[in-house]
């Protein structure tokens, strides 16, 4: 397709998104590997360090150094130890001070991995493997499911897990235990809807099957709410592939960009009236909350972190900025000063959205599997993985955000989908939308 109408076609969707997004407005929300290595896992906390696991192997410690081999998947200087970088002239120097042991910053339209540092070190993921866990199970279940809590479905967590509340005999909806996961890191949630989906041995199975899917082949499953576990491991490379197949879904991007929702509490009886309360539960992602010491990234769009003893501060984010999408994943800063996972993304982030078109990519995010093909037809349709959350049937060929604020309750921006006859005006872009394998618009805030 010439320059020329490509740049027609990606207005034409964004002037579309924009349409959709003032009849938004009005409208209520939709409702719609190779074993690695024994290493030590994660556990499943957001924000704070949690007790490791009872197991030996789980306590231990990461090595320092990065192994010698490592995977080459999406280029081979990706599976090189070190600072991956080319930059040409103009480019910005990398940022100073830079401390984790494996970062990543990569375009999520054209999938360009624009530098990296050991983006294929297995290294335990903590409650970024949650991102996994969602782009997995999400589509299965509509989200007005409603599902009543029995012990089983809390049993077998870990000490010390990162938990939103849930409580056995209340009932919660799948909307509610999604919040949980992606607002509070909740392995309550986690556990729930684990159960929901035929335990937890079957959730583990389901996503090491979607990992090689994705051909994120750093990743072992052991425990699907990112809790330690021996054996556990991902790498930034591979989390970043679970963040840019999330993001294809229309409820992940809603949920990973709520900032604030309001979570069912406890039923109570007083005077022989039955009542049932909520209370606030607000996003442990800093650069989506902010905090005392760190400002809101501005463009920012999700996605999750997590912190544990074995994994240190992990994290995964994506921003937007004058049209061009990064994805950022950084693991564990040497340097503990508060919110350093998050400032090592923000300055990752400025740095890559100053050297986008000055750095020759070293690697590129690979699609997944079964997708190569289907994408190079034009109008093809979308692999499973793009679908929509919202339940059979839910999925559409584009979704695309308009600049919908989460001014309603509970914050949650809205995104919204081409659907119907807006797909066939669209049809012409197919090609070149599917084959990029692009990121779709996401949820933007506007100020």
Not at 279 to 307: C, H, M, W
Not at 345 to 361: H, I, N, R, S
Request: charged content about 15%.
């Amino acid at each position: 397709m010439p320059a020329p109408m490509k740049q027609t076609v990606r207005r034409t969707l964004l002037v579309t998104s924009a349409t959709l997004a003032s009849l938004a407005l009005t409208a209520p929300a939709s409702l719609a590997a190779p074993s690695p290595s024994p290493s030590p896992a994660a556990s499943g906390s957001p924000s704070a360090s949690v007790s490791p696991s009872t197991s030996p192997s789980a306590s231990a410690s990461p090595s320092v150094t990065p192994p010698a081999n490592m995977s080459s998947v999406g280029g081979t200087r990706l599976g090189q130890a070190g600072t991956q970088v080319a930059i040409a002239g103009g480019a910005p120097v990398l940022p100073k001070d830079l401390t984790a042991r494996s970062w990543i910053v990569a375009d999520a339209e054209s999938g360009d991995v624009l530098a990296a540092h050991n983006a294929h070190w297995r290294l335990p993921p903590a409650s970024t493997m949650k991102m996994l866990f969602a782009d997995t199970v999400l589509p299965r279940f509509p989200k007005t499911t409603v599902h009543k809590v029995e012990a089983k479905d809390l049993a077998g967590m870990g000490a010390g897990s990162s938990l939103v509340g849930i409580k056995e005999g209340e009932t919660y909806t799948v909307h509610d235990l999604w919040l949980g996961v992606f607002l509070r890191s909740g392995n309550d949630a986690v556990h729930v809807l684990s159960q929901m989906n035929g335990g937890i041995g079957e959730t583990v199975k389901d996503m090491n099957e979607h990992a090689e899917e994705l051909q994120a082949l750093d990743t072992n499953v052991v425990s699907p709410d990112g809790y330690d576990a021996p054996r556990q491991v991902s790498s930034a490379y591979d989390l970043t592939l679970f963040a840019r197949s999330g993001l294809q879904k229309q409820d992940f991007r809603e949920y990973c960009s709520t900032v604030t929702a309001k979570f069912p509490g406890e039923t109570t009886k007083k005077k022989g009236r039955t009542s049932r309360g909520t209370f606030e539960i607000q996003n442990t992602n800093r650069l989506l909350s902010g905090d005392y010491d760190i400002s809101q990234y501005p463009g920012i769009a999700g996605v999750k972190n997590g912190n544990t003893t074995n994994a240190g501060a992990t994290f995964t984010g994506v921003a937007e900025r004058n049209g061009k999408v990064l994805l950022v994943t950084v693991m564990n800063p040497e340097k503990t000063d508060h919110n350093e996972v998050y400032k090592e993304t923000a300055a990752l982030l400025d740095w890559g959205f100053q050297a986008a078109g000055k750095v020759t990519p070293v690697g590129e995010l690979v699609a997944p599997k079964g997708t190569a093909q289907a994408s190079a037809q034009p109008g093809a349709n979308p692999s499973p993985s793009e679908g929509q959350a919202g339940g059979a049937g839910a999925a559409s060929q584009k979704p695309v955000a308009g600049a919908v604020t989460g001014s309603g309750s509970g914050g949650m921006w809205i995104a919204l989908a081409i659907t119907g006859g807006l797909l066939v005006l669209l049809a012409g872009g197919g090609y070149l939308v599917n084959r990029r394998w692009p990121l779709p618009d996401l949820v933007r805030r506007r100020r």
